[in-house]
């Protein structure tokens, strides 16, 4: 089967680090995805990782271990802007076609 | 603007009626996606159609049609739907190919099954 697992709610400080984890099992790997939701708003990508190790885009950065079935979003120097819902995706196969799973997503609310 | 259009953004139907949801992609991709977003859930994926054609029906009840005229446009035929029903219906579009592509999504259409 497909699983995967990430924490429901997260709360952080504005200008801090928060570290979103997510976690898989599935029948193969190609590709995990990271996207972010705010509320009433379509899902907009923000990352991808597919080889080990950590990619960084601006105050994101996304982390992959593939042995361990375990990635990490980062965010940095927290906006309040940034409160909004952050979506854990795998592709499984590396078929063009195979669609993705999708986590149930983690709520993130960054406070003053 | 994600390149991905759908309407109406809300929608309010009884069990009896049946209604449609259309979404255009103005991106150029040749595959369009349906997913369901309820509470507390994973996004589920729906319908997936790669160049026109249905590749995916994931269990789907036959209550959702989906109906893909062309690489452009996708509409949801909904009729006699359940309270159950209720939900964020979210259109997405991609480029399949065999690297990385990621999906674009619309705002979706909020269905509220009275």
């Known amino acids: 089967g497909q699983n995967i697992d990430q924490p429901t709610e997260m709360t952080a400080t504005e200008g801090a680090i928060v570290q979103i984890n997510c976690t898989y099992q599935?029948?193969?790997?190609?590709?995990l995805f990271w996207y972010q939701q705010h509320a009433g708003e379509a899902p907009t990508f923000l990352s991808y990782?597919?080889?080990?190790g950590l990619e960084e885009k601006g105050r994101f950065s996304s982390f992959l271990s593939r042995s361990k079935g375990y990635s990490y979003l980062l965010l940095k120097e927290l906006q309040m802007k940034d409160s909004a819902s952050y979506l854990c995706?795998?592709?499984?196969?590396?078929?063009?076609?195979?669609?993705?799973?999708f986590g149930k997503g983690t709520r993130l609310s960054v406070i003053a | 603007e994600t390149g991905v259009t759908q309407t109406p953004r809300h929608l309010v139907m009884g069990m009896t009626n049946k209604k449609s949801l259309k979404c255009e992609q103005h991106l150029g991709h040749n595959a369009m996606y349906w997913y369901k977003q309820s509470a507390k859930k994973p996004l589920e994926l729906m319908f997936v159609?790669?160049?026109?054609?249905?590749?995916e029906n994931n269990s789907v009840p036959s209550r959702f049609s989906p109906e893909c005229p062309n690489s452009s446009h996708l509409f949801l035929h909904l009729h006699t739907l359940q309270p159950e029903d209720s939900a964020l219906y979210l259109c997405?579009?991609?480029?399949?190919?065999?690297?990385?592509?990621?999906?674009?999504f619309g705002d979706g259409t909020r269905l509220s099954i009275l």
């Open positions: 599935t029948s193969g790997f190609n590709g």
């Open positions: 159609y790669n160049f026109k054609e249905q590749t």
């Open positions: 995706a795998v592709r499984s196969t590396n078929s063009g076609n195979t669609p993705l799973v």
């Open positions: 997405a579009s991609s480029q399949v190919w065999e690297g990385f592509e990621p999906q674009h």
């Open positions: 990782n597919v080889l080990d």
